[in-house]
T-cell receptor
């Protein structure tokens, strides 16, 4: 099946610093990628939809200046958590839709972010 | 976005079939029904999807009600590795195709 790779799998950063998470579709082109966050024992919450070559669309309540999304190519989207704080600690997951077969999405393995 | 309702948790004995229900009474005529499962500290894994007809694959079967307002994921013989949170999600067939996750069903498999 199609593979979506996230990097890093986990990261620890200090309060006030920025962290970048990469999401790559390894064997298909993804015009659209999605970013989710998940707190312990909770479901995935959609943060934003990113389209290659255009600005991301953020869900209500998600700060676009804090969570910067870039989708510069058909195989790579990045999420940068700027000026991270402990409350940003979470599990971040990306998913990508195959441009040719957009009906279903493939998910990355997730990135565990801990802000200390 | 159409919403889904699932039981919070279910239990099954190993080697027995499991039927995981999902209600989606506001489904539109062109929405696909997807099932994913998530193991701890991992991203969701695709299980199965369907539109109107029942579907089978190597992992599971999907039974869709005639009015499409509910569906059931069937694991024919549960194993300990099937213990996970199972999500039923609706997705439009046009536009952004974004997935909105509900609470899912946490499946516990008893040895």
């Amino acid at each position: 099946g199609a593979v979506v790779s996230q990097h890093p799998s986990w990261v620890i950063c200090k309060s006030g610093t920025s962290v970048k998470i990469e999401c790559r579709s390894l064997d298909f082109q993804a015009t659209t990628m999605f970013w989710y966050r998940q707190f312990p024992k909770q479901s995935l919450m959609l943060m934003a939809t990113s389209n290659e070559g255009s600005k991301a669309t953020y869900e209500q309540g998600v700060e676009k200046d804090k969570f910067l999304i870039n989708h510069a190519s058909l195989t790579l989207s990045t999420l940068t958590v700027t000026s991270a704080h402990p409350e940003d600690s979470s599990f971040y997951i990306c998913s990508a839709r195959d441009s040719v077969r957009p009906i279903w999405a493939f998910f990355g393995q997730g990135t565990r972010l801990t802000v200390v | 976005d159409a919403k889904t309702t699932q039981p919070n948790s279910m239990e099954s004995n190993e080697e027995e079939p499991v039927h995981l229900p999902c209600n989606h009474s506001t489904i539109s005529g062109t929405d696909y029904i997807h099932w994913y499962r998530q193991l701890p500290s991992q991203g969701p894994e695709y299980v199965i999807h369907g539109l109107t007809s029942n579907v089978n694959n190597r992992m599971a079967s999907l039974a869709i009600a005639e009015d499409r307002k509910s569906s059931t994921l069937i694991l024919h013989r549960a194993t300990l590795r099937d213990a996970a949170v199972y999500y039923c999600i609706l997705s439009a067939t046009s536009g952004t195709y974004k997935y909105i996750f509900g609470t899912g069903t946490r499946l516990k498999v008893l040895a």
